[in-house]
Each structure stands twice: as C-alpha cells, then as structure tokens.
C-alpha cells in the first residue's frame, strides 16, 4: 500500500529559523515535517545546510550551547532521506536555489517549504509542487488531520 505521508523538501532559511528557535513558525513546520511527513535531502542541500549553519555570524543564537548547531545537522540528516538528484533544474532566477528544485522534482515532493519569498515561492506552484512559507505548510497539514480526528463528546 502507498505511504500516505507527504513528501517534502526543506530549504536552508528554513532549516536555519527552525534551529534558531523551534517554537517558530518554521520550527513547527520542521517539527511537522519530520514527524508526518517524508522529508528528503540532497548531497547538494546537505553540503549548504553544514556551510550556512556555522557562519560565524549565526554562533550569537547559539552562544548557550556550542554543540547544538552539530547535533540539530546530525538529527536532521538522522531524519531525512538522503536521495539522488535524477532532473536538474535551472528555472530560478537565483541558481543557488535550483538545487531545492531539482531536488523536489526528483522525488516527486508534494511540497518545497521556503523563506525565499523573492526567489521561490513566487515559482508556486512548480511542476505540480507547492512551494510555500512554514505557516501554509502547517495549515496544509495539520487542517486535514484535524477533519479526521472523531468529534468530542
């Protein structure tokens, strides 16, 4: 029987929201994602995510605990499905972007969650995939399991 789970993409803002502070709008969408949904990376998305994470500019949000920007790289490759890149796209008009989309269509995503509002989420939708902000990709999740969930007494 096919995974009813959603397939999904994360770029690296919104990776980066999320481990600057998990109770975000991108930190619930994370949290979401890897936890009801199939999240999938790239050699290319996970080689940004470990450059992007250790600017020296972002150790100021992290100054409590040195070793968390590590661990949340560690969980999340943990987490995700590392897959190959089998179409390459090169429609963005930032380039370093195509990496998420080749990415997203390679594995057939339902969804790219992103905080490029200049770059791509203006590209929604792209070959049948949404590509939306972290408080849309919650709503499209949490809105059809709560039509599921039994009514109270």
Do not use: W
Not at 35 to 52: G, N, Q, R, T, Y
Not at 96 to 123: C, E, Q, T, W, Y
Not at 127 to 151: N, S
Request: glycine letters at 4%; hydrophobic letters at 45%.
């Amino acid at each position: 029987m096919p995974s009813a789970r959603k397939r999904v993409v994360l770029d690296t803002s919104t990776l980066i929201s999320a481990a600057i502070n998990p109770r975000s709008p991108s930190g619930i969408a994370y949290q979401l994602a890897v936890e009801l949904c199939d999240v999938f990376v790239s050699s290319e998305s996970m080689a940004e995510l470990a450059e992007v994470i250790q600017r020296e500019k972002l150790r100021r949000y992290f100054a409590k605990d040195e070793g968390f920007r590590e661990r949340f790289f560690a969980d999340y490759r943990g987490v995700a499905i590392d897959a190959p890149i089998t179409i390459v796209a090169t429609e963005c008009t930032d380039p370093k972007d195509n990496k998420f989309l080749s990415l997203a269509r390679s594995v057939r995503a339902d969804f790219i969650v992103s905080g490029d509002k200049k770059h791509l989420i203006p590209m929604h939708p792209y070959f049948g995939i949404a590509i939306v902000g972290d408080q849309d990709f919650v709503a499209a999740i949490v809105v059809p399991l709560h039509r599921k969930a039994p009514a109270l007494p």
